[in-house]
């Protein structure tokens, strides 16, 4: 019996709809999470300015993170995303852990060489994140970085574990690589060149930096969605106190309640 040749335009959309139907049916499956939704906190126990600690933001921001960690699920409440972005506002954003805060502003320490490093290198300004999920609660703190004085990085970097200290060195962060052996042998090699020595010197491209804040926003999270976000800033040159809408907050402070 001979076969009936099958025209090159049906093989072709047979292809395209066999492509189409699992295309659609992967996406069917992988994308739908329209029912993931999670209680937050109910409107009894709602968050509103007379709920603040404090009317410094740093203070309320301290009462929050010692929330955070007193609750033993949450495991790095020090860990909060930080947003860069290049001079011409390409933005980029990745987790970090912050490593101490006072009032100048919040520490971190990384890669001087790495993309937020040459981000903030022609673009000074963040803004970075916590959240942390059991308290339904998260903070967004938009500020200016500063290089803290190598001095300080040092210090930090001295009471690392030294296996982090030599990770810092093995790493030229955020470069292409050939793979993870090129990595491991260089940190071998370090380990060998470094193994009687308790500590290995900081590398002059590590260190950190330093936030300085000018708005914090205190989010917590409602059931209903009708989330509690108080905000302070500092009032914009020539603005006028509008107490309709503004509350006074210590020092130059004012704080707004937005929408959610
Ligand atoms: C929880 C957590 C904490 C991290 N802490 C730091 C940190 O403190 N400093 C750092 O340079 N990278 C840290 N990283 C790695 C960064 O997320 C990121 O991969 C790295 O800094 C390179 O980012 P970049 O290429 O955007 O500069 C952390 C990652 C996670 C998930």
């Given at each position: 019996m001979s076969r009936v040749p099958i025209p090159r335009k049906v093989t072709l959309s047979f292809t395209w709809l066999s492509t189409g139907a699992l295309f659609s049916r992967f996406f069917s499956q992988m994308a739908d999470l329209s029912g993931m939704r999670k209680p937050y906190h109910s409107t009894e126990d709602a968050f509103d300015?007379?709920?603040?600690?404090?009317?410094?933001p740093m203070q309320q921001f301290k009462a929050w993170l010692d929330e955070a960690c007193k609750e033993?699920?949450?495991?790095?409440?020090n860990a909060m995303a930080l947003a860069t972005a290049t001079k011409d506002g390409i933005p980029s954003v990745r987790m970090i852990l912050m490593k101490g805060f006072d009032a100048s502003g919040f520490r971190f320490f990384t890669n001087f060489n790495s993309r937020k490093a040459v981000e903030l290198n022609s673009n000074p300004r963040v803004s970075m994140m916590f959240y942390w999920e059991p308290l339904k609660k998260s903070v967004r703190i938009d500020g200016t970085v500063e290089k803290l004085p190598e001095e300080k990085s040092t210090e930090y970097f001295s009471v690392r574990p030294k296996d982090s200290q030599l990770g810092a060195l093995a790493s030229n962060q955020s470069s292409v690589i050939s793979g993870r052996h090129a990595l491991l042998s260089t940190y071998q090699e370090l380990q060998e060149k470094y193994a009687q020595q308790e500590s290995v010197p900081k590398p002059e491209y590590w260190g950190g930096y330093l936030v300085k804040p000018f708005v914090y926003e205190f989010w917590q999270g409602q059931t209903n969605r009708l989330h509690d976000r108080l905000r302070f800033r500092k009032l914009r040159e020539g603005e006028m106190l509008d107490e309709s809408v503004m509350h006074r907050g210590e020092a130059d402070w004012i704080i707004e309640r937005l929408s959610p």
């Open positions: 300015i007379d709920h603040l600690v404090s009317l410094d033993k699920t949450i495991l790095e409440p």
